[in-house]
């Protein structure tokens, strides 16, 4: 009898200790957590993961060009009158309610990147492995990004949720994130953000800085835009001023206008920050549907193999705002003829009467013989010009003007001018500056921010401008978009609509 | 295990010596024993039964009048006289010795004899819980693949939806659907395997397969939730060695195809849905009348060979056995072939020990089809175009309709291969006659290789009749998966069984130790050759779109079992289990599953005594708790999205990102499920049944819940536990069976269960939309109150019949888009009475899940002919005609009974739309009634009589002809009311195994989408004939 029972408690004591340890089985091929925080290169790749975030569609593709250009009086809607009516056709008319899936998507994307860049910032927090110099430069480029992140967020809705740190399902219905802080509130994260960019990045070009990267010349170019923003004209004259004369790297105006926005101008001289596509090795580094929704569309009698959906075409108003000489109505406008219409690199869009629309993005317009192309035509590789040295003159010359530096503001805008083929000025008024950058940044996915930060300074100018559009612009109202209905839901309530939404 | 393993390869040698032995031992001659059996009962003779002396293999059977003779190897011996159902004798006898007179005694304890119920078997009433029991034989007897597919109608609350794709399982639901996102099909035991898949089990090799329904599945711990098929399989019989072939041969065909419409009618059609398109005038391109079902499927020969050798001596029994099926697909070069081999061995080492081995090896090969994309094909594919023309096909794409499923077909080579070695080697030491150590291991292996290669082909007219179109493959494609799983289990009891007095008791205790690999590797490259024995990735081109994944799965559990069983005097029944499960798996490691049953046999009472009604009856009742681990294994750990690239310096850079919000404390879902029932017998046993209600409840079944973007998750959602559903049904099976005399006999059997589900409450979490219809968009809806997967549509109120009717209609009075009807257009129900038809005027109008399903089946046997017929059918659900519904093109082909019956400006409809679209919206005109009938086998066979046998050498011959799903009743005008949903190659195709591999945790299929006819794959019927010889 005892023998049986020594047996049976030998089988179970043996199946005890198989059971030590042996529950403990790490996911296959899936880095986990603590996988992460082993391997030195991650927080390396965290922050490349940012970057990549870039090109999602929800950040800068389909809903981005809608806020920026087609709410604004820059452009139409475009494509044919149908497509796309409920969510665009609300934005060109300013009709837009909290259901509108443009704002959903563009809240959801801006937060997936301010995560990755929260979850890059801890990562970089603890990590060991790193140089110091190397960790600052990322720490420094993270917070470009997120800062740049908030910019786009306090612009398109005003005051946000701050999330400034990897957050617990559980954190995250706390109120103090279910809430929106205030507009103050966000800036001074965007610039503290910025700061700590400016203060850690190297000059372009320098050691540690690779084309792509955020430099202390994109911290610098940026931040003088907030400052604008924020009407510190002394700042933004100091930072924009530490571009233009090389400070914080070297940049300087490329002489042909019209090749910026080719796959010849990327990162030209002339730029400070933008997305990159590279070599497009895996056919889809790009931002989803950029150049395709904006391209050519075929309409009416067809007949022709099109470019793409037709959206965010430029609008009449725009195409009036330039002055007769001025080269960069052309490059920035693709004018459909009665007969036909020849781009730069020989494709032939036919006659009017097989086109849907009237005029296309010329700046959004994707070469498939000339450039880069292996079939995708929903990732065409086109870098987004973020911000470039023309906008850096522009936010100089307006805190020049506003702190009573004349002469400085007019050589800023001169210069462009010229560029442009039209005559310097020797003396401009706000108004002037004002114009340059319409023309200048035209459908560079700024217009409508811009409107709405001249009609702070000067109340009425968005009004008439989109009148002239055709547009009612409702003061009080239009100057932010609505908070996403889905997420007020989600959050029990407990965001607050944007007035009279 | 070290000391396990050497062992066991002793005892393989010793087992190979023995059959050597058992062999010799027939050798030597004495003076034959002569005598007869007879029912101690009734004094007739008993036939065929087993007479074998003790300690070796030799023996015989009794004849027509119960007579044996055997000769013993020595002077004396004893001879152990054993036959179903009655209880076993054994006596002495001395050589030479006649007039032997044995008469057995029915076994009384053996109501429906013993079943599986899992680390043990226990005898049928003695059982507290609602166990379903299914022999081999019955399973055997029809042409199909799996047991399931066999089992079908034959077990109360045990619903089986069947597809007619060769290699597929069916969808199984045990009293009813608990989980929508942790997987609703049972869990398989296979001698003692743990598994979701059994088409590697050769049904001829099953001996019992029992369902585990209720709670007593409890013992199966965090996987029983969904219910437990244990599958026994055959092992060989001390006595004569037999051997035995059953072989059958015959042919598929599609059981009923809906009649499409034809050249004119088509036209007719054309002149009100496109109008631009006329076939007349471009006769030359498209003059065709093409009857593409015709031309696409065919009868399709099927054929199934089983050879086995079985028998064995006290010491040592041995089953061996092969199978080939041969089982091809209706739609041209859909086949697959299937072989198996066993090996079943038992040898007594000594008085207490025993080792026992199980093997099985199945290989299956098959080329494949996309049956979605064809069959959605052929039902569109416009009659106008004929098929092929000397070697050119006919192009529908260019014609403005879908791709040609002909060319389709021909210019895809899908290869798919499974090989599986399964089985198990367990050591038993019995110290004393109560106690019983066991300890066994299980492995199952398997490997996977799939290959598909697409050829190219231009849409240029050396293709086609006539070049365009859109169908073309620009590059050949070749795309390889090999694939391997691992899984092992090894399981140590104990077992304690001991009588005193009228006290009875049965204790188990033991662990389970599990582990589970798998991994594959797949990767595709374009411009591979066109020649079959080029077909290797090295030959693609290595720089364009070559793609490599490879990834894996790993688990690991332990667990604990314990189970106590009480009788008193046979009168008073008790039992409880209860399992720890440890799960790899989960944040939360252990899970315990507990549960209790009771049994009264009232027969054993004082009272009943002289009742003459009953033979039997008992009262039961069971309440348990049973888990659903169905749920990917990485699914609650936060893990890396890798390969994120971006461009520094013009050169690619790969970065990662964790983002995804997880439930950390994602767990197993849990049921609770009480029981109660009555099972009795009655009449001289020729009636017996069962009745059974339960009520099943899920608390904690996953569900997704949408969270507030602010925590970076890429889709805004995470899956927790916090649903509940809700199942409650009633079973009845009765049977009856009667011999009326010597030369014919009869039973007759039932079975039918009602079951009502329903989701109690979502806690937040989002209604779960699934089966989308092409625009129509998702067609179910899982929400509170309702039962899974409801139909979620508009009501449909018939056809308007002229413009006044239109104007003024309250329905649509704000209507935006009221100018747009016409008269013929279907009219809708405003719900919510806003003068707007739109999606928030759909309704709940019913489900696919049946109110009731029920079989029956008979059996006659008469002289040497037997005769049986098995029914099954369900009731009370809807099924959506989605193929109808999904319109790709105006061109797509119509059915010719829509045709005959749309309205038309001169001949109106009340019923019909004048069109169907693309943009009409999902409405009851869709739906339709899942009601059906059917006639699942019929069979009759024909035995050879005793004397003819005798004189072959043969104890068996019998011939029949088998139908299989002869005919079907039903109101549904599609193809079959059995609509398993899920993407119809679901179980074996490269994308699903690339899912399950990327952890995606929406393991709905077949549960959303189940009841929607898409595309799917006619129920096939089957002619057969086939033998059975043994001898």
Not at chain 2, 96 to 119: H, M, P, T
Not at chain 2, 527 to 544: E, F, I, M, R
Not at chain 2, 674 to 692: A, I, K, M, T, Y
Request: glycine share 10%; with cysteine.
């Amino acid at each position: 009898m005892k023998k049986i029972f020594a047996i049976t408690g030998a089988v179970f004591m043996s199946a005890l200790f198989a059971c030590n340890n042996y529950l403990d089985v790490k996911p296959q091929g899936q880095i986990d957590e603590e996988a992460a925080a082993s391997d030195p290169a991650t927080a390396q790749n965290l922050v490349t993961g940012i970057y990549n975030n870039m090109w999602v569609g929800k950040l800068h593709g389909f809903p981005f060009i809608g806020v920026t250009n087609i709410a604004s009086d820059d452009a139409d809607k475009g494509s044919s009158p149908d497509d796309a009516a409920p969510t665009q056709g609300q934005l060109d008319n300013l009709t837009m309610d909290a259901n509108n899936s443009t704002f959903n998507d563009l809240w959801s994307g801006y937060y997936q990147a301010i995560a990755r860049a929260n979850k890059a910032l801890g990562s970089l927090e603890s990590s060991t492995s790193l140089d110091a110099a190397t960790k600052s430069r990322l720490q420094g480029e993270v917070h470009f990004l997120r800062g740049y992140f908030y910019f786009n967020l306090v612009r398109i809705f005003g005051g946000v949720p701050k999330i400034d740190k990897v957050l617990t399902p559980a954190e995250a219905a706390q109120d103090q994130y279910q809430t929106r802080a205030s507009a103050d509130d966000i800036y001074q994260l965007i610039i503290s953000d910025l700061e700590f960019a400016l203060a850690n990045l190297p000059a372009k070009g320098a050691s540690g800085s690779a084309v792509g990267r955020a430099t202390k010349g994109a911290a610098a170019g940026m931040l003088a835009k907030v400052m604008l923003y924020r009407r510190n004209w002394q700042r933004a004259f100091s930072l924009a001023d530490s571009v233009i004369t090389g400070k914080v790297g070297p940049y300087s105006l490329v002489t042909d206008y019209a090749t910026i926005w080719r796959q010849a101008g990327a990162n030209n001289s002339e730029s400070l920050f933008e997305i990159q596509t590279g070599t497009n090795a895996t056919c889809d580094a790009a931002v989803e549907v950029y150049s395709n929704s904006q391209g050519p569309r075929a309409g009416g009698k067809r007949g022709w193999a099109d470019l793409g959906w037709g959206f965010g075409g430029p609008s009449q108003s725009l195409v009036n705002e330039y002055e007769p000489g001025d080269k960069r109505l052309a490059a920035t406008v693709i004018t459909v003829g009665p007969t036909g219409t020849i781009l730069w690199d020989n494709f032939r869009i036919p006659g009017r009467d097989s086109v849907e629309n009237d005029r296309y993005n010329y700046k959004a317009y994707h070469s498939r013989t000339m450039e880069q192309f292996c079939g995708n035509q929903d990732r065409l590789p086109k870098n987004l010009r973020i911000l470039r040295l023309a906008e850096v003159l522009l936010i100089h010359a307006e805190a020049a003007l506003a702190l009573g530096n004349g002469g400085a503001a007019a050589a800023d805008v001169s210069a462009l001018r010229v560029r442009a083929g039209l005559a310097g000025k020797p003396s401009v008024t706000l108004q002037d500056i004002w114009h340059e950058r319409r023309v200048e940044l035209a459908m560079e996915h700024d217009r409508y921010f811009e409107l709405v930060r001249e009609n702070g300074l000067a109340p009425g100018t968005a009004v008439a401008a989109f009148s002239k559009h055709g547009k009612t612009f409702v003061v009080g109202k239009h100057e932010v978009f609505p908070i996403p209905f889905t997420q007020i839901q989600f959050s029990q309530g407990k965001l607050q609509q944007n007035p009279n939404y | 295990m070290s000391i396990t393993v050497t062992k066991i390869r002793g005892a393989w040698l010793a087992g190979m010596m023995l059959v050597i032995f058992a062999a010799n031992a027939l050798a030597q001659q004495t003076d034959p024993v002569k005598g007869t059996v007879k029912d101690s009962a009734t004094g007739e003779a008993l036939i065929g039964v087993t007479v074998r002396i003790q300690g070796t293999s030799a023996g015989t059977t009794t004849g027509p009048d119960g007579s044996f003779t055997v000769r013993l190897p020595g002077e004396s011996g004893t001879i152990v006289v054993s036959y179903l159902g009655y209880v076993s004798q054994s006596r002495v006898v001395n050589a030479g010795q006649s007039g032997v007179n044995i008469q057995l005694a029915k076994d009384q304890n053996q109501l429906g004899g013993v079943v599986v119920v899992g680390y043990g078997t226990q005898r049928k009433r003695d059982v507290t819980g609602a166990i379903a029991s299914v022999k081999g034989e019955d399973l055997a007897r029809q042409p199909v693949l799996t047991a399931t597919q066999a089992m079908q109608g034959k077990v109360a609350g045990v619903q089986i939806i069947n597809s007619g794709q060769p290699n597929t399982q069916p969808q199984v639901r045990v009293r009813g659907t608990g989980s929508v996102m942790g997987g609703a099909n049972p869990l398989y035991v296979v001698d003692g395997v743990l598994t979701d898949d059994i088409r590697n089990i050769n049904n001829a090799d099953i001996v019992s397969m029992d369902v585990l329904k209720d709670a007593s599945a409890a013992i199966y711990g965090v996987r029983a939730a969904n219910g437990v098929v244990i599958i026994t399989t055959r092992k060989g019989k001390a006595g004569k060695m037999e051997i035995r072939y059953d072989g059958q041969a015959g042919f598929r065909e599609a059981a009923h195809l809906v009649k499409m419409a034809d050249r004119n009618q088509y036209i007719d059609y054309l002149r009100d849905a496109a109008p631009s398109k006329d076939p007349n005038t471009d006769a030359a391109a498209y003059g065709g009348s093409t009857n593409w079902y015709d031309a696409l499927l065919r009868k399709a020969f099927q054929m199934n060979h089983n050879v086995s050798v079985s028998g064995g001596s006290d010491k040592y029994t041995y089953y061996y056995s092969a199978g080939y099926i041969e089982d091809n697909g209706i739609v041209r070069t859909n086949d697959f072939r299937r072989f198996t081999f066993r090996a079943n061995n038992d040898l007594n080492i000594s008085e207490k020990w025993k080792l026992t081995s199980q093997l099985s090896y199945s290989r299956g090969s098959g080329q494949n089809v996309s049956l979605f994309d064809i069959y959605g094909n052929i039902y569109r594919a416009a009659p106008v175009v004929p098929v092929q023309e000397g070697g050119r096909y006919g192009n529908t794409s260019a014609w403005g309709n879908v791709a040609n499923p002909m060319l389709q077909v021909d210019k895809r080579n899908y290869l798919q291969q499974d090989s599986r070695l399964q089985g198990n080697i367990a050591l038993e030491y019995n110290p004393a006659k109560w106690l019983k150590l066991r300890s066994a291991f299980n492995a199952d292996l398997r490997w996977g290789y799939d290959r598909v290669y697409n050829y190219q082909f231009l849409n240029d007219d050396k293709t086609f009749l006539v070049a365009g179109g859109n169908q073309r493959q620009d590059n050949s494609k070749l795309q390889i998966n090999d694939s391997r799983q691992q899984g092992w289990v090894w399981d140590n009891t104990a077992t304690f069984d001991h009588s005193f007095g009228k006290h009875h008791l049965t204790v188990l205790a033991g662990s389970v130790t599990e582990g589970f690999y798998s991994t594959f590797l797949l990767g595709s490259r374009i411009n591979v050759p066109a020649q079959k024995d080029l077909w290797y990735l090295d030959l693609g081109d290595p720089n364009v779109q070559s793609t490599l994944y490879n990834r894996g799965d790993k688990y690991a559990r332990q667990s604990f079992v314990g189970r106590a069983s009480y009788s008193y005097d046979d009168r008073y029944l008790l039992s409880a289990s209860i399992r720890a499960d440890g799960s790899s798996k989960f944040k939360e490691r252990w899970g315990y599953f507990p549960t209790v049953g009771i049994g009264w046999v009232m027969t054993q009472e004082g009272f009943m005594k002289d009742q003459q009604l009953f033979d039997f009856l008992k009262f039961r009742a069971s309440w348990g708790q049973l888990g659903n681990d169905n749920i990917p294994t990485n699914a609650y750990i936060n893990t890396a999205t890798v390969n994120l690239p971006y461009f520094f310096d013009n050169s690619i850079t790969q970065g990662i990102a964790l983002q995804d919000t997880k439930d950390n404390n994602l767990k197993w879902e849990t049921t609770t499920q009480f029981d109660v029932g009555f099972e009795f017998s009655l009449l001289d046993e020729r009636l017996s049944g069962e009745l059974d209600y339960y009520n099943k409840k899920t608390s904690d079944a996953l569900i997704v819940v949408n969270i507030p973007s602010i925590l970076g998750d890429p889709d805004n959602t995470y899956i927790t536990n916090a649903a509940s559903f809700k199942n409650t049904g009633f079973e009845v099976s009765l049977n009856w069976k009667d011999d009326i005399s010597k030369d014919f006999s009869y039973n007759v059997g039932g079975n039918i269960s009602f079951n009502k589900n329903e989701v109690t409450n979502l806690a937040g979490g989002q209604a779960l939309l699934g089966g989308g219809v092409g625009q129509q968009s998702y067609i179910t809806r899982t929400d509170n109150g309702q039962p899974v997967a409801s139909f979620y549509v508009l009501e449909s109120l018939g056809v308007y019949q002229s413009q006044d009717e239109i104007n003024s209609d309250p329905n649509i009075k704000n209507d935006p888009n009221k100018g747009n009807i016409r008269p013929g257009d279907l009219r809708y129900k405003d719900f919510n009475g806003d003068g707007i038809i739109n999606a928030s005027d759909r309704q709940f109008v019913g489900s696919y899940q049946p109110k009731y399903f029920y079989g029956f089946n008979l059996g006659l046997k008469y002289k040497s002919f037997d005769f049986s017929a098995d029914f099954y059918g369900s009731g009370g659900n809807k099924i959506y005609n989605g193929k109808k519904a999904y319109r790709f093109e105006n061109t797509d082909n119509i059915e010719a009974d829509y045709e005959n019956n749309r309205w038309k400006p001169d001949r109106p409809s009340a019923t019909d739309p004048r069109l169907i679209t693309s943009n009409l919206p999902a409405s009851t005109y869709f739906v339709e009634s899942g009601n059906f009938l059917r006639c699942n086998n019929l069979t009759i066979g024909y035995n050879l009589p005793e004397q003819t046998l005798k004189r072959m050498g043969l104890t068996r011959f019998r011939v029949y002809l088998t139908a299989q799903n002869l005919f079907t009743l039903m109101r549904f005008t599609g193809f079959s009311p059995e609509l398993p949903g899920g993407t119809i190659d679901y179980d074996n195709s490269i994308n699903n195994r690339v899912n399950t591999a990327t952890n995606s945790t929406n393991n709905t299929s077949g549960i959303l989408d189940a009841g929607i006819e898409l595309n799917a794959y006619p129920i096939t019927r089957t002619f057969g004939f086939g033998v059975n010889v043994s001898f």
